[in-house]
């Protein structure tokens, strides 16, 4: 018998160990924002599907990189995923909703 099956699923549980909880929203890229100051950074205005309506829009710099590690920017009505995770340690498990 070989032991490479055990060897797989001992790496599959490390990387499964190693993975931060995480959600993935729907985004799009509203408008890409021209600094006033020539210095500032281009920024990209992303709407949040999903968001509270106050917290939908965030602006980040409009800085990617591309597989080959070359600088690549959003461009205006892009679909864009925003995916926020955390450590482990710093999360709760969620509560189940009382049933009305």
Not at 14 to 42: F, G, H, M, Y
Not at 50 to 63: C, F, K, S, W
Request: glycine share 4%; hydrophobic share 30%.
């Amino acid at each position: 018998m070989s032991s490479m099956p055990e060897k797989d699923n001992e790496k599959d549980k490390e990387k499964q160990s190693d993975e931060k909880p995480a959600v993935t929203l729907p985004a799009t890229v509203e408008k890409i924002v021209q600094p006033v100051n020539p210095k500032n950074p281009e920024m990209a205005e992303i709407h949040i599907e999903g968001a509270d309506p106050l917290y939908r829009e965030i602006r980040v710099e409009n800085t990617l990189k591309n597989d080959a590690g070359e600088e690549v920017k959003l461009k205006e009505g892009s679909r864009v995923d925003v995916t926020i995770e955390a450590e482990a340690d710093a999360t709760l498990p969620k509560k189940p909703k009382a049933a009305s």
